[in-house]
């Protein structure tokens, strides 16, 4: 627990640093630095429903983060998870047209269910491809980023088009609204109770078993893993089913709750979102749920920028990408320092 404090707190001094960085660089381009904190201060955290709208964003970013953050631990990069996310949505998609006019409370589980599977599917090949043939993961995740942002093309403008739309965007037919777990705010009892018990089953799987044990040991000395009698590649495949599995599930959610039907090309940032809480969160599973609520935060104050500060919405992707490079040279100034302690110490 120590050692999650310790992480979460100086992530947030890095996220701090990114964060001034962001306002010299508005400043210079002529935007106001105090209307910009006042504008990421009341939209994420003091106005009238902020956390509401936290909420909304910061639940699936958690539950992608959690398995990014797994498959992370093991040492296999999954970059996939915008990918797994949807096709996890489109498996959904298709049972609840398929099932459409059945009760809600065998849609829903099969719904469920086919979005994890969806997403795990397309973690599958790419960690089949690392683990028998050395493929870089990096590499064969990204691909499937784009694969599967054609294929959600193909489906909106396809199979599931809805006919009645204006044209302007392809999108499926909209769900029943029996079939949806929450109105377009995208806040429900059921999707909390969806992510409180992502993170307890994974924390507990990080913490409190053989593979979790097995895995963090694996990220950081794969040898010791096979000295221990275990295989690693089932540790591996099974690090990439979990990752793309709960990837799906946000994917799912994300089309049975605020969006209520799939479009091309929805939610384009989510997976490398979560892939940046999960490195946020030094791969944490508390860690990722105070970042999701915080990335979950900036998200919503997207809406207030340029309405107190004058800047576009699109300046949180500035943002962002200012927290991941900072983030970043903080891990590799950890490694430096650890390198030069051992050879010290040596």
């Known amino acids: 627990m120590t050692d999650s404090l310790v992480s979460i707190a100086r992530a947030l001094v890095f996220i701090v640093v990114a964060l001034v960085l962001c306002a010299v660089i508005f400043s210079i381009a002529g935007f106001s630095a105090e209307l910009m904190f006042s504008a990421i201060i009341d939209g994420a955290f003091l106005r009238n429903g902020a956390l509401n709208h936290a909420l909304r964003w910061g ?17 296999y990069f999954n970059i996939g998870a915008q990918g797994q996310f949807y096709v996890g949505a489109i498996c959904a998609a298709f049972v609840a047209e398929w099932t459409s006019g059945a009760p809600a409370f065998v849609v829903l589980p099969l719904c469920f269910l086919a979005g994890m599977i ?9 960690g089949l491809l690392r683990l028998r043939s050395g493929a870089d993961e990096v590499i064969t995740t990204l691909m499937g980023n784009f694969l599967a942002g054609l294929l959600l093309i193909y489906v909106t403008s396809g199979p599931l088009k809805d006919q009645s739309g204006s044209g302007q965007q392809a999108s499926s037919r909209p769900l029943e609204a029996a079939y949806r777990i929450s109105n377009s705010l995208g806040v429900s009892p059921l999707i909390i109770s969806i992510a409180i018990v992502v993170g307890l089953s994974m924390w507990l799987l990080v913490n409190r078993t053989s593979f979790g044990m097995m895995s963090g040991l694996a990220g950081r000395n794969p040898t ?9 590649w089932k540790v591996g495949l099974a690090s990439f089913l979990i990752s793309g599995a709960l990837a799906g599930l946000a994917g799912t959610i994300e089309l049975m709750g605020p969006n ?21 969160a030094n791969l944490s599973i508390l860690g990722s749920a105070v970042a999701a609520l915080f990335f979950g935060g900036l998200a919503s104050a997207a809406l207030y920028l340029p309405v107190i500060a004058g800047l576009p919405s699109s300046a949180i992707d500035i943002i962002n990408a200012a927290i991941a490079l900072f983030i970043t040279a903080r891990s590799q100034l950890i490694d430096r320092i650890m390198r030069f302690r051992s050879r010290a110490n040596g």
């Open 224 to 232: 010791m893993v096979t000295w221990q009698g275990a295989k690693l």
């Open 118 to 126: 969806g997403g795990a599917l397309w973690a599958l090949w790419p």
């Open 59 to 75: 639940l699936p970013l958690f539950i992608t983060a959690v398995g990014v953050a797994i498959s992370f631990r093991a040492g």
């Open 260 to 280: 209520g039907r799939l479009a091309s090309g929805f939610l384009p940032a989510h997976g490398f979102t979560a892939i940046l809480i999960a490195l946020v």
